[in-house]
């Protein structure tokens, strides 16, 4: 029963840091994107909670030794090579406070509470610090290894002024670094209070035990499912702002050891065959630490494989799961093992494409019991003076559909940031020069399948004033991959004046596509891949999504071979079973590729259909 208590007050503790920080800071990415995540972490520096991911301590007890910290303190980074893997780009920063308790005289560190978000301009070469084209992390903003920002509970005046000078939004940074580390003062206040009221030894060995019960569900529930064996597979970054667009390919090599392994029963994961780092931002640090950032952050997939989907959300993902997972990097110089001081501002794309590469690998392990890709973080914005003349910059995380499940469709519109949404338009409209002019899902975008990908966003906002657009995006040409004759969804798509004199495609990374007041700038994120053979969906559900706007009716012909019958718009629509049935038996036969990457693969890969990992042995 303690051992519940203890792990109910860590959430609740890490709620309330969470809430803290969204009702007290000031910049539109943190306060009303939510693009920020809290963590609570013992003395060992291993993740306690299982709400969402979160940065490392490794990097603070690094630097700084823990007997000599003091009540008061707070310490900050944002050194991408110097964060042990936990920090991915410059703007995401990340104060840690440590908790103390013991009686007078004798108190200690016993735990870290920490809290890092993505920020809106910490310097470099453009508005919101992610320069597409960057070719060095120099270029990207001001770089900050882990110091202390508040010595014993005085704030580093001289340090905030620096961090401040550097940041177009100077006000904003200083609200958002004021709210978060007081926030996370308030939180190592409360975690005392914890240790105070049962002792550190009783709270100790409780964390002690919720992880171990981490790793023992995770042993029984998930790896159970998988068999013994090894599988490879592999994904790939479309662009990375500087070369031409080619496949930077990101591959894992999954073993299932077996029980009486003579070093544990686990997965290895193997990126070799990973491409050389790029150029261009698209890098992720991540062979820090035997990977434990790069663990935790894949482990959510797994519960993919949990009993249910009501399971599937109990299981909490902390450093439980960290014995459970070896990591084997590639040497030094691939986009997963960059060299100092290569670019990584646009590194999602390397760390989000390794979510659907392990979806992928373990897919093929278990028969297609995962769900298809989806690509649900992109940055889009605008930039410029606003009506007043006063200088703004609004950028968006736009999620995206996520994929087709075995069992259901996939949902629409998700980011993979927990709890993080789009701008209100109410808030945008009022604060930025622009009209939101339509926001709706984005028709025929999900890949087709017996359960369909989720759809993904459009937006169309008109600009009131010239502006410039920014753009930090991929799947613009490789789409989400759908599984065992699942269809892959649409790609990402930006259109300037749609309909207009000057209408044209801007590509994916962009910094500074100019825009004319009066023209419309039309966003449609992806949609995520299709589960399963199209022509085996209940014929009633592609009705369904017809009239729900979801799929048009050409795509219900098309792409399920359903034929329509009736009118959407008197409340007649229907279809003819008989002709259905003969159009879906008229088609050919699907072909070997286990997955469905989409008519961009091709384009990228030299008018190959599919990659060779994609058949299955």
Same mark, same amino acid.
Not at 342 to 351: G, L, S
């Given at each position: 029963?303690?051992?519940?208590?203890?792990?109910?007050?860590?959430?609740?503790?890490?709620?309330?840091?969470?809430?803290?920080?969204?009702?007290?800071?000031?910049?539109?990415?943190?306060?009303?994107?939510?693009?920020?995540?809290?963590?609570?972490?013992?003395?060992?520096?291993?993740?306690?909670?299982?709400?969402?991911?979160?940065?490392?301590?490794?990097?603070?007890?690094?630097?700084?030794?823990?007997?000599?910290?003091?009540?008061?303190?707070?310490?900050?980074?944002?050194?991408?090579?110097?964060?042990?893997?936990?920090?991915?780009?410059?703007?995401?920063?990340?104060?840690?406070?440590?908790?103390?308790?013991?009686?007078?005289?004798?108190?200690?560190?016993?735990?870290?509470?920490?809290?890092?978000?993505?920020?809106?301009?910490?310097?470099?070469?453009?508005?919101?610090?992610?320069?597409?084209?960057?070719?060095?992390?120099?270029?990207?903003?001001?770089?900050?290894?882990?110091?202390?920002?508040?010595?014993?509970?005085?704030?580093?005046?001289?340090?905030?002024?620096?961090?401040?000078?550097?940041?177009?939004?100077?006000?904003?940074?200083?609200?958002?670094?004021?709210?978060?580390?007081?926030?996370?003062?308030?939180?190592?206040?409360?975690?005392?209070?914890?240790?105070?009221?049962?002792?550190?030894?009783?709270?100790?060995?409780?964390?002690?035990?919720?992880?171990?019960?981490?790793?023992?569900?995770?042993?029984?529930?998930?790896?159970?499912?998988?068999?013994?064996?090894?599988?490879?597979?592999?994904?790939?970054?479309?662009?990375?702002?500087?070369?031409?667009?080619?496949?930077?390919?990101?591959?894992?090599?999954?073993?299932?050891?077996?029980?009486?392994?003579?070093?544990?029963?686990?997965?290895?994961?193997?990126?070799?065959?990973?491409?050389?780092?790029?150029?261009?931002?698209?890098?992720?640090?991540?062979?820090?630490?035997?990977?434990?950032?790069?663990?935790?952050?894949?482990?959510?997939?797994?519960?993919?494989?949990?009993?249910?989907?009501?399971?599937?959300?109990?299981?909490?993902?902390?450093?439980?799961?960290?014995?459970?997972?070896?990591?084997?990097?590639?040497?030094?110089?691939?986009?997963?093992?960059?060299?100092?001081?290569?670019?990584?501002?646009?590194?999602?794309?390397?760390?989000?494409?390794?979510?659907?590469?392990?979806?992928?690998?373990?897919?093929?392990?278990?028969?297609?019991?995962?769900?298809?890709?989806?690509?649900?973080?992109?940055?889009?914005?605008?930039?410029?003076?606003?009506?007043? +003349?006063?200088?703004?910059?609004? @950028?968006?995380?736009? &999620? %995206? =559909?996520? $994929?087709?499940?075995?069992?259901? *469709?996939? !949902?629409?519109?998700?980011?993979?940031?927990?709890?993080?949404?789009?701008?209100?338009?109410?808030?945008?409209?009022?604060?930025?020069?622009?009209?939101?002019?339509?926001?709706?899902?984005?028709?025929?975008?999900?890949?087709?399948?017996?359960?369909?990908?989720?759809?993904?966003?459009?937006?169309?906002?008109?600009?009131?004033?010239?502006?410039?657009?920014?753009?930090?995006?991929?799947?613009?040409?490789?789409?989400?991959?759908?599984?065992?004759?699942?269809?892959?969804?649409?790609?990402?798509?930006?259109?300037?004046?749609?309909?207009?004199?000057?209408?044209?495609?801007?590509?994916?990374?962009?910094?500074?596509?100019?825009?004319?007041? +009066?023209?419309?700038?039309?966003? @449609?994120?992806?949609? &995520? %891949? =299709?589960? $399963?053979?199209?022509?085996?969906? *209940?014929? !009633?559900?592609?009705?369904?999504?017809?009239?729900?706007?979801?799929?048009?009716?050409?795509?219900?012909?098309?792409?399920?071979?359903?034929?329509?019958?009736?009118?959407?718009?008197?409340?007649?629509?229907?279809?003819?079973?008989?002709?259905?049935?003969?159009?879906?038996?008229?088609?050919?036969?699907?072909?070997?590729?286990?997955?469905?990457?989409?008519?961009?693969?091709?384009?990228?890969?030299?008018?190959?259909?599919?990659?060779?990992?994609?058949?299955?042995?």
């Amino acid at each position: 029963m303690l051992v519940e208590i203890v792990q109910g007050s860590l959430a609740s503790v890490e709620m309330e840091v969470e809430t803290a920080i969204g009702r007290t800071s000031r910049s539109p990415m943190i306060r009303d994107a939510h693009d920020f995540r809290a963590g609570i972490h013992d003395r060992l520096l291993r993740k306690l909670t299982g709400r969402s991911y979160s940065a490392l301590v490794h990097p603070v007890a690094r630097d700084f030794p823990i007997e000599e910290m003091r009540e008061g303190d707070v310490f900050f980074h944002n050194d991408v090579y110097r964060s042990e893997g936990g920090i991915g780009h410059l703007p995401d920063l990340c104060v840690t406070v440590p908790v103390f308790a013991g009686p007078e005289g004798e108190r200690k560190v016993v735990a870290f509470v920490q809290a890092f978000g993505h920020h809106d301009d910490i310097g470099g070469a453009v508005p919101g610090s992610m320069p597409s084209h960057a070719t060095s992390v120099f270029e990207e903003g001001l770089m900050v290894p882990p110091i202390r920002l508040w010595d014993a509970g005085v704030p580093n005046r001289a340090a905030l002024s620096i961090m401040t000078r550097n940041s177009r939004m100077p006000e904003s940074l200083a609200a958002d670094l004021d709210a978060e580390c007081s926030a996370c003062l308030m939180g190592a206040r409360r975690l005392g209070e914890l240790f105070d009221r049962y002792g550190v030894e009783t709270v100790e060995s409780c964390f002690d035990a919720i992880i171990s019960r981490t790793t023992e569900t995770y042993r029984r529930e998930i790896l159970s499912k998988i068999p013994v064996g090894t599988w490879t597979w592999e994904d790939y970054a479309e662009h990375d702002g500087v070369d031409e667009p080619q496949l930077h390919t990101q591959r894992i090599t999954l073993t299932r050891t077996p029980a009486d392994d003579p070093e544990g029963e686990r997965l290895v994961l193997d990126f070799g065959g990973t491409s050389p780092q790029a150029k261009g931002p698209i890098n992720h640090c991540g062979d820090y630490s035997d990977g434990v950032f790069l663990k935790k952050w894949l482990a959510p997939i797994l519960r993919n494989l949990a009993d249910t989907p009501e399971r599937m959300a109990e299981l909490d993902v902390n450093e439980g799961i960290v014995p459970l997972i070896e990591m084997k990097f590639p040497p030094p110089g691939t986009l997963l093992t960059p060299v100092f001081p290569a670019p990584t501002n646009a590194r999602t794309f390397v760390i989000l494409r390794l979510l659907g590469v392990l979806a992928g690998v373990v897919a093929k392990a278990v028969d297609g019991k995962m769900p298809a890709d989806q690509e649900t973080i992109r940055y889009t914005g605008v930039y410029g003076e606003d009506l007043e +003349g006063r200088s703004y910059l609004m @950028r968006e995380v736009l &999620g %995206g =559909g996520s $994929g087709g499940r075995y069992y259901a *469709d996939g !949902e629409d519109t998700i980011h993979v940031v927990p709890d993080s949404r789009n701008l209100p338009t109410e808030f945008t409209e009022a604060r930025f020069p622009f009209r939101v002019e339509s926001l709706s899902l984005a028709v025929d975008s999900g890949g087709a399948g017996q359960f369909r990908g989720g759809l993904g966003y459009e937006k169309s906002i008109r600009m009131l004033k010239d502006c410039h657009f920014m753009s930090i995006a991929d799947r613009s040409i490789l789409a989400c991959w759908g599984v065992k004759g699942g269809h892959a969804g649409a790609p990402f798509q930006v259109t300037i004046d749609p309909g207009g004199p000057n209408e044209r495609e801007v590509d994916a990374l962009a910094d500074d596509e100019p825009v004319k007041a +009066g023209e419309v700038i039309r966003i @449609r994120t992806t949609g &995520g %891949g =299709g589960w $399963g053979d199209p022509l085996q969906r *209940d014929p !009633e559900l592609v009705v369904r999504d017809v009239v729900w706007r979801k799929v048009s009716p050409e795509a219900a012909l098309s792409s399920y071979g359903v034929v329509l019958t009736g009118s959407v718009d008197d409340d007649s629509l229907s279809f003819d079973a008989d002709a259905t049935a003969a159009e879906r038996a008229g088609r050919p036969a699907a072909g070997e590729a286990f997955f469905h990457r989409g008519p961009g693969y091709a384009e990228l890969a030299g008018g190959a259909a599919h990659a060779e990992v994609d058949v299955l042995a």
